[in-house]
């Protein structure tokens, strides 16, 4: 093994099901310890206590389904791509999948370089929302629409953000962080299903999102409460929350 | 509520993955014509997976053909709201079934805190807690763990007590509960029939009829039972342990893969229930835990590896099993982890592995701070090999140790306390005499070094020598305890820590109640008591209010000797060690006299008779005999108690 080349290749993952419920720090764990299994020669940092070199995708907030997720490892030796995959997959958790690996050129640029915008999917679970929406009538007509033309229109969006303790909380303009937010109507009339042990849930509307990655940005969670008040604090009960995929600066999908 | 609104509910759960199931290594128990059964630890999900019984048993269910275990955890209070106000019940892990619908339930039950627990979970899957007013279509409630060997204060709740180490039978348990051709009156009385296996509802009590207090039992359907034997396996080669273990995907307290090495103590610290119930002593050969280490580490990707036992230097072949795990650990950064060590036996070679293992993890546990009351709690350790230990750990770079104390112990005075502070002061000025570099060869002199010590009361438990001693009031361990932090007020380099004194009150009342404590838990579980392990969730004025109402005092439970010849609750209990010999214990406790480990010494006969697994093990160790009676008599010199 030697310590001094180093090789670098970058994961793509699914992050479902029970795993949407696990910290990003407790992901770290899973993960590692899924490649791990595989004995591939990881690359370790110097010092007292080496760690792997790891580089991950920004954090999912807890109860968001991630569906390209992304890891740069940094091993000894040039891993081969499918049979990495293969070997990944053999043994893991409920909700986790490994998709792609690609090995990187050295002079390939990190991921914090590389993800500057987030694409989301906001899907409702269409029987829920009802409960909450005494007056609508027709399954169809959410308020939508409306809501994300009015979002986009607006110069200025506050958001009350908590404080450490001791200081009072702090107004954010989130509205720089959203690039885009559409409705996506279901015209073919073929219903979105989202995905449940019974595949009875169906929705017809869905929106989807741009927004800023990294440490200036917004919440998918409180855009999910912009986009329906009604729904109160915990919108994650009612609207189905997925991170689709990631932009780099020039807007390619990674 | 349909399977998939009941997880949706759970993404405003503090901690959903608590109820999700879906780990790595979990089982798959889709299998609908399968024998089934559901292991509950009636705790949160992080303490239950933390359990290697649970684990072991979980596993080696799931391994049969025809067979699969699912699990359950008591929920937080934030699920538990959510399903009394829905009407909802508990689900397990697995394939999210209420546990009604399962035909058997087992509860580990680890510690006396968890009765209440046990009772809330029976009643949130809408099972009746009283044993008597189940009916056909219930599940059969079983409990194992070590709280079996005093069951009389649960007695009324559950249908089957497992005594002993509960894989010798489960199979046979879960094979007769899922049989339903026979009536579950005709299931449990079969299951009673097992061994270790105990059926509180097939007894006949004789109480004395003033006091209330027992004095005699007898079994109905077999008369001429006198006792339940616990069940145990002889050989530990044979015993299953898993090699596949479920790997949690968020943290929980004892977050590593585990190896059991060895099970069983040898010591016989007289306070100590897991020193008596857990014997003989039985051990796995080396070649068979390393095979295990490497199946267990590549199946879970574990970075870390715990050899678990009492104590891990019994093992006859420690240092050279933990050196070739260490070679072989090392090169993978995967740390080796010794969770419970004694001092009187740690030899240069061990602290050169516990060398690569994290630094912050060595914890130390003299128990009693004078050489009188460790003789008299049979603590078989000098002054001497404390801080020499101490010295090779401050000498192999460690900065920082914990500390284990108790207080409250029989015969314990108010000089005992001062000399414990007087020990841990000594421990600090050893761990201060610097690391020697390992090239060089010199000491770096003025490192700092600091202590943490935890400080937990004596609980008498049955089964120990100490079983018929009282335990003192919260006020006499609070006059302690004042002792102690006075004497060390200002010291620096110490943190003195300690766990609420009342909830040992409980614990003790519980360990070495009767079958009038009933009542009393299920009042305190009626009045809200749940998740009280957890010290903030721990309200003594319930328990008080409770056995109030019973007419019950704490008096007559923990704070009197129990005289020798009364009937003991839970004698009809028998873990394998004769009363005999905790009686002779009890005696020279009083007069401060040690008993040797019987392996680097003689046999001291404590039940286990010619067939002991313990004398076949001297038999294949190097030890020879007289290196055994030579090692007595150093051992003797160095306590100076030459005869």
New interface residues.
């Given amino acids: 093994m030697n310590q001094h080349e180093k090789f670098r290749i970058r994961l793509s993952y699914l992050k479902t099901s029970s795993l949407i419920f696990i910290s990003h720090r407790s992901l770290i764990d899973v993960l590692m310890r899924a490649i791990r299994r595989t004995q591939v020669p990881l690359k370790f940092t110097q010092g007292f206590s080496p760690r792997p070199k790891v580089m991950f995708s920004p954090p999912l907030p807890l109860g968001v389904t991630g569906k390209a997720e992304l890891i740069d490892i940094e091993t000894t030796k040039l891993i081969d791509e499918d049979n990495f995959i293969l070997l990944l997959n053999k043994a893991v958790p409920e909700g986790l999948m490994f998709t792609k690996a690609t090995n990187l050129m050295p002079q390939a640029p990190g991921l914090s370089k590389m993800i500057k915008k987030a694409v989301y999917t906001f899907t409702p679970y269409v029987k829920r929302l009802k409960d909450h929406i005494p007056v609508e009538e027709s399954g169809s007509s959410f308020p939508t629409t409306s809501k994300t033309t009015e979002l986009m229109n607006m110069n200025e969006i506050l958001i009350t953000k908590k404080a450490k303790k001791g200081k009072p909380p702090k107004e954010v303009n989130v509205r720089p962080f959203i690039f885009s937010l559409e409705v996506n109507d279901d015209e073919s009339g073929a219903k979105n299903n989202v995905e449940t042990d019974q595949n009875d849930i169906k929705t017809d509307q869905m929106v989807t999102a741009t927004i800023a990655s990294g440490d200036k940005t917004v919440s998918p969670l409180i855009l999910a409460t912009l986009l329906w008040p009604e729904l109160g604090e915990s919108p994650l009960e009612n609207v189905k929350i997925t991170r689709e995929y990631f932009l780099s600066p020039i807007d390619m999908k990674l | 509520m ?3 609104e009941y ?6 759960m503090e ?3 608590r109820y ?7 089982a798959d128990c889709s299998d609908t014509n399968a024998k089934k059964m559901v292991i509950v630890f009636p705790d949160t999900y992080e303490i239950g997976m933390s359990h290697v019984g649970v684990r072991i048993l979980y596993h080696l269910i799931n391994a049969q053909k025809d067979m699969y275990c699912e699990r359950a955890f008591h929920p937080w209070t934030d699920l538990e709201d959510v399903l009394r106000k829905s009407n909802e019940p508990l689900r397990t892990l697995e394939t999210q079934t209420p546990l009604k619908e399962l035909p058997l339930i087992g509860f580990s039950l680890a510690y006396e805190m968890l009765y209440a627990n046990m009772l809330n979970i029976l009643d949130l899957s809408n099972i009746a807690v009283e044993a008597i007013d189940r009916d056909e279509n219930d599940p059969i409630i079983i409990t194992g763990g070590p709280c079996s060997y005093n069951p009389e204060p649960i007695a009324s709740f559950v249908d089957i007590v497992v005594v002993g180490e509960a894989e010798e039978v489960i199979c046979e348990i879960v094979n007769i509960a899922n049989d339903k051709s026979i009536s579950r009156r005709d299931r449990i009385i079969a299951i009673g029939h097992l061994k270790g296996c105990y059926n509180p509802s097939d007894t006949k009590l004789t109480t004395d009829e003033k006091s209330g207090k027992l004095t005699g039992l007898s079994f109905i359907s077999e008369p001429e039972k006198t006792q339940i034997d616990k069940v145990y396996g002889k050989d530990l080669n044979k015993s299953w342990f898993p090699c596949n273990p479920i ?1 949690p ?3 929980i307290i004892h ?1 590593r893969a585990n190896l059991e090495i060895h099970r069983g103590c040898i010591h016989g610290c007289r306070f100590c229930q897991a020193g008596y119930i857990y014997r003989p002593l039985r051990t796995r050969k080396t070649e068979k835990l390393l095979n295990m280490a490497d199946e267990i580490l ?6 870390d590896l715990g050899l678990v036992s009492l104590n891990s230097v019994d093992h006859p072949d420690i240092v050279n099993l933990s050196t070739i795990l260490d070679k072989k650990l090392h090169s993978k ?1 995967i740390s080796l982890g010794f969770p419970s060590l004694r001092l009187d036996a740690i030899s240069s070679e061990l602290v050169d592995v516990l060398g690569h293992t ?1 630094k912050n993890n060595i914890t130390v546990a003299p128990e009693a701070g004078s050489q009188r009351l460790r003789d008299l709690i049979n603590k078989n350790l000098t002054e001497e090999q404390i801080l020499n230990s101490i010295k090779t750990f401050s000498e192999g770079g460690w900065q920082k140790m914990k500390l284990y104390f108790m207080i409250g112990l029989p015969g314990e005075t108010d000089e005992d306390i001062v000399e414990m502070a007087e020990l841990i002061r000594k421990i600090v000025k050893t761990g201060k005499l610097g690391k020697i570099d390992p090239e060089t060869g010199k000491l770096q002199k003025g490192r700092p070094f600091k202590v943490t010590v935890n400080v937990s009361s004596f609980v008498a438990k049955s089964h120990t020598p100490f079983q018929w001693s009282k335990m003192d009031t919260e006020e006499t361990l609070k006059a302690r305890m004042h002792i102690l932090l006075s004497q060390l007020s200002g010291h620096k380099a110490v943190t003195i820590k300690w766990r609420d004194f009342d909830l040992g009150l409980i614990e003790g009342m519980l360990a070495r109640g009767d079958r009038r404590l009933g009542p009393v838990i299920k009042k305190v579980w009626k009045d809200g008591g749940r998740l009280e392990s957890w010290s903030d969730r721990f309200e003594f004025a319930r328990w008080e209010k409770a056995l109030k109402s019973e007419n019950l005092t704490l008096d007559e439970y923990i704070f009197r000797d129990i005289d020798k010849d009364e009937t003991l609750a839970w004698q009809h209990i028998h873990c394998g060690v004769s009363v005999d010999y905790l009686k002779k214990e009890y005696e020279k406790a009083k007069d401060e006299e040690c008993t040797k480990n019987c392996f680097t010494n003689n046999c001291s006969n404590c039940g286990f008779g010619k067939d002991c697994p313990v004398l076949e093990l001297k038999k294949n160790s190097d030890l020879t005999e007289d290196e055994v009676i030579e090692n007595e008599v150093t051992e003797e010199k160095m306590n100076g108690e030459v005869e």
Avoid: C, F, H, Q
């Avoid at chain 2, 997880?7 to 405003?12: E, F, K, N």
């Avoid at chain 2, 590549?298 to 970075?303: K, Q």
């Fill in positions: 349909r399977k998939d997880l949706r509910i759970l993404t405003s901690k959903p993955y999700t199931g879906g780990e790595l290594n979990a790997v995907n968020a943290e977050d590549t199946s879970t990707g574990y970075e950064r994290k």
